[in-house]
C-alpha cells in the first residue's frame, strides 16, 4: 500500500500532536530527523520504529528515563543523540553503547564522575560527549 506519507523526512513538536498519529506511524520511511518536545518514555516506542533516522533531539524532555531508551536501541543508524535535560541517568546512557554509529551524544545536566566520562569515551570511541 502505498501512501504519500512515507516520504516524510523530519518530525518536530510536541509529543502531543505525535500521538494521535501513533497507529499510522508504522508507514512512514526516510525519517532521518525527529525533534519533539513533551515527550514520554511510551512515545519513544513509536521513534523506535523510524529505522533510518539520524538526529533525535529530545532535550528537555523531562519525562523521558533510562526505561525510555531501550526503545532507541533499535536506531542503528542514529548518529546525532540530545538528551539534555531528560531524567535519563548514567546507567540508562549505557545501554546506548550499541549505537555504533552515534557521532553526537548531549547529555547536558547530567553530572558525570572522570570515571564515568572516561567510560563513555572508551564505549563510544567516535562519539563527541558535550555537558554544555
Aim: aromatic share 6%; with cysteine.
Amino acid at each position: 500500500m502505498d501512501h504519500d506519507f512515507q516520504r516524510v523526512v523530519s518530525i518536530e513538536g510536541s509529543a502531543n500532536h505525535l500521538r494521535p498519529a501513533a497507529n499510522h506511524l508504522r508507514w512512514l520511511r526516510n525519517v532521518e530527523y525527529v525533534l519533539l518536545r513533551e515527550a514520554t518514555d511510551e512515545d519513544l516506542a513509536y521513534i523506535g520504529q523510524f529505522t533510518e533516522l539520524k538526529i533525535l533531539d529530545l532535550r528537555y524532555c523531562e519525562k523521558i528515563t533510562d526505561t525510555g531508551l531501550q526503545h532507541l536501541l533499535s536506531l542503528t543508524k542514529v548518529e546525532d543523540l540530545d538528551l539534555s535535560e531528560t531524567a535519563v541517568t548514567f546507567d540508562g546512557v549505557r545501554q546506548l553503547y550499541v549505537l555504533h554509529n552515534l557521532q553526537r551524544l548531549d547529555l547536558g545536566g547530567l553530572e558525570l564522575n572522570e570515571a564515568q566520562r572516561d567510560e563513555l569515551q572508551q564505549a563510544l570511541p567516535g562519539c563527541e560527549v558535550t555537558r554544555y
